[in-house]
């Protein structure tokens, strides 16, 4: 069982994310799963926001695997692999993935990941896995052809218990896969919509432009810049993607390197 061992279902919170937080600091067993009607204080990466306005969903899953910040990048990238699949399987919509964490859907960012470790010595005491996506809400304060809902979409209200249930089933089984170290890379491949292509990379300060060219195992995406240089990108919480061109590139891959 582990993911979904206790569901806390509150209403108007500051974060999901935060809440796990201060549950893990006090020593709350991993599966617990945090889930609000809506947040006041929604967190992306990079110090920004989420919109989180009813009728999205919101939660946070606790999980104590026996890790180190750098497998940080690995959960948030992988983790969006169940996440697209829950929505397939019960809202019927095809997802795909742009590096490092957004799922989106005919171009446009329905939901999007936030892991957060929590360390302690060279390992991490707990990690939180947070998942935001637009369900039967519209984002606040974001340009219209950026963002989109699952009820935009379907033309109707998606069911969100389905959803739900959907989703706690899938990171059931991804979860154990990551414990187990048999983690489906190959599906994540599948669904990119950043390997392959023409990307623009802000990492801190700096603008690399080039071509996405595979994802490592660890999660970093390769990619080679304009001046020929190989790049892997690997900081997943200062690096910004978009993509420059749709052209695709023979020999997507994943390498086992
Ligand atoms: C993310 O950050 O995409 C991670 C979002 C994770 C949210 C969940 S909700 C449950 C849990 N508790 C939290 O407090 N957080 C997690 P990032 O890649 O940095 O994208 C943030 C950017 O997406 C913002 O700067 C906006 O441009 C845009 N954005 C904000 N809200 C959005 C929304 N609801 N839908 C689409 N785009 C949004």
């Known amino acids: 069982m582990v993911v979904g061992r206790r569901v806390l279902r509150l209403g108007e919170v500051t974060s999901t994310n935060e809440l796990a937080k201060s549950l893990g600091r006090e020593g709350e067993e991993e599966g617990l799963v945090v889930l609000a009607k809506s947040q006041t204080t929604g967190k992306g990466r990079m110090g920004r926001g989420w919109s989180s306005p009813e009728g999205g969903l919101y939660l946070s899953i606790l999980l104590r695997p026996r890790m180190r910040s750098a497998d940080l990048l690995k959960m948030t990238v992988f983790s969006c692999v169940p996440v697209a699949q829950a929505i397939e399987e019960a809202c019927g919509i095809d997802v795909q993935l742009k590096w490092p964490n957004d ?6 960012k329905v939901g999007g990941i936030l892991v957060e470790g929590v360390s302690k010595g060279a390992y991490l005491d707990f990690i939180v896995l947070g998942i935001g996506l637009n369900v039967n809400s519209m984002p606040e304060g974001i ?17 969100m218990d389905a959803l739900l249930e959907s989703l706690l089933l899938r990171l059931r089984s991804f979860y154990k896969e990551v414990k187990e170290g048999d983690l489906n890379e190959d599906e994540y491949v599948h669904r990119s919509c950043t390997l392959g292509r023409c990307i623009e990379a802000r990492v801190g300060k700096e603008t690399f432009r080039g071509k996405a060219l595979y994802l490592a195992p660890d999660g ?3 990619i080679r810049s ?32």
Do not use: C, F, H, Y
């Not at 799922?103 to 446009?108: C, E, I, S």
């Open 143 to 159: 340009r219209e052809p950026e963002a989109t809902s699952l009820k935009a979409l379907l033309g109707r209200e998606a069911d």
């Open 226 to 257: 304009d001046e020929g240089l190989v790049l892997r990108l690997s900081w997943v919480n200062e690096t910004s993607i978009r993509t420059t061109n749709s052209e695709e590139l023979d020999g997507i891959t994943l390498r086992k390197d």
């Open 220 to 222: 970093a995406l390769v």
């Open 103 to 108: 799922l989106m859907v005919q171009g446009k």
